[in-house]
């Protein structure tokens, strides 16, 4: 499937939050937490959401 553009570009810009909060370990738990879901909507296992439904976690647990 073809992501959203604007979640992609909004990835990256909390990707670099991450690097500014040195929260670079947290962006990488969530990052592999999504591609994780990824495999397991492919296989069946979930339910297809919108792709940036799944990267606003990453704001949230980078601020926190």
């Not at 939050?17 to 879901?37: D, F, G, I, M």
């Not at 069946?44 to 601020?63: R, T, V």
């Amino acid at each position: 499937s073809i992501s959203d553009p604007r979640a992609q570009i909004f990835k990256k810009y909390v990707e670099m939050l991450s690097e500014e909060k040195h929260k670079q370990k947290e962006y990488k738990l969530y990052a592999n937490v999504e591609r994780l879901r990824g495999a397991m909507e492919r296989y069946g296992i979930l339910s297809q959401n919108n792709y940036s439904e799944s990267s606003i976690i990453y704001i949230f647990a980078i601020c926190l």
